[in-house]
């Protein structure tokens, strides 16, 4: 029985000070684990991935680097790093599917890693013991790619698209080393979150999600324009937040929205997760989270901070489970087991 009904404070951890003598800014700020803080080594890249070379010129700054707003660059960027850092040695996406930034999704899970490790005297469990479940896994699988590969966790990854779903499978059955730590469940009701997905009886270490950010095609269309005015391309066609489809990019509701329905439905499997936690791009989506999550009366919340170039974005992870409890599945299902 959970007596304590209090939220706890937010808690930052791990942000890292700038240093402009490390080298490109929009990596210094990347988890001190991330393979990807040094930048991009394209002759390296190239090398584990000739199929990059045709996509690499020099910049204004008359270093190596792709054009950003071609998605055929990004992606074939990603396969390179997927490849070259990852063991991902066959990946593809659908046309018009969201083409994620690796160093991004990296971060939040080594982040996730540390959250873990708090319950195990820093040391990071890894493994087939941890399970992970993604939510909103896309049809690229990035997170259960990047995560059972540097930590060799198990990921089981759902998504309300079909066609998501068929292509992450590909992607697995194409690589035989995530072959027995990854698996997909479509969630057929768009309304349910967790329900449906998981199993009576199953438990999950940590939930990760990397929520819909916008409310509609026309908000997302909007920042996509704002996003490239910024970066100095005017392009009409430039490819919105790296691809995209409906469900991966835009809900009712938008980010705040989504994820206050995460909140409240995770009262439904509160004891069959230690962790749930939510990737969180608007800063004025907090005070809607922490309002639900005070709601439901969640034991304990920390939010994470991620800097990536100009951009900050946070993790918010809660558990309805007391130190007691956290301690009995810590050494329930992590000790003395392969």
Not at 170 to 182: G, L, M, R
Not at 215 to 240: D, P, R, V, Y
Not at 305 to 329: C, D, N, Y
Request: net charge positive; with cysteine; glycine share 6%.
């Amino acid at each position: 029985m959970i007596n304590n009904t209090d939220l706890r404070s937010e808690k930052i951890m791990h942000k890292m000070p700038s240093d402009p003598k490390q080298a490109p800014a929009e990596k210094e700020n990347l988890h001190p684990r991330n393979s990807h803080r040094a930048g991009y080594d394209f002759k390296q890249l190239c090398k584990s991935s000739p199929q990059l070379k045709v996509f690499v010129s020099l910049n204004q700054y008359n270093d190596e680097s792709i054009d950003f707003s071609n998605p055929d660059a990004v992606k074939a960027l990603n396969k390179a790093l997927l490849k070259q850092y990852y063991d991902v040695a066959d990946w593809d996406i659908p046309e018009g599917y969201l083409c994620p930034p690796i160093p991004g999704r990296a971060d939040y899970l080594h982040y996730a890693a540390d959250l873990l490790g708090e319950l195990n005297n820093g040391a990071i469990p890894r493994g087939k013991k941890i399970n992970v479940l993604d939510i909103g896994v896309g049809a690229n699988s990035v997170y259960p790619l990047i995560g059972a590969s540097v930590y060799g966790w198990r990921f089981v990854g759902t998504d309300i698209d079909p066609a998501a779903i068929r292509a992450a499978k590909d992607i697995v059955s194409a690589n035989k080393a995530f072959q027995d730590k990854i698996i997909f469940r479509l969630q057929t009701n768009k309304a349910n979150i967790f329900k449906g997905v998981i199993k009576q009886g199953e438990g999950f270490d940590i939930t990760i999600c990397n929520p819909p950010f916008h409310a509609s095609l026309q908000e997302a269309q909007l920042s996509a324009a704002t996003k490239w005015k910024k970066l100095g391309i005017a392009k009409q066609n430039a490819a919105l937040n790296f691809g995209g489809q409906k469900s991966e990019l835009w809900c009712y509701g938008g980010e705040a929205g989504f994820i206050r329905r995460m909140v409240e439905q995770s009262v439904m499997v509160a004891k069959q997760c230690l962790w749930f936690s939510t990737l969180v791009s608007k800063k004025d989506t907090l005070p809607v989270i922490y309002k639900a999550l005070k709601a439901i009366k969640a034991l304990d919340v920390k939010t994470i901070s991620m800097t990536h170039g100009q951009k900050t974005s946070r993790i918010v992870a809660w558990t309805f489970l007391t130190p007691a409890e956290q301690a009995e599945w810590r050494d329930t299902f992590w000790k003395d087991k392969a």
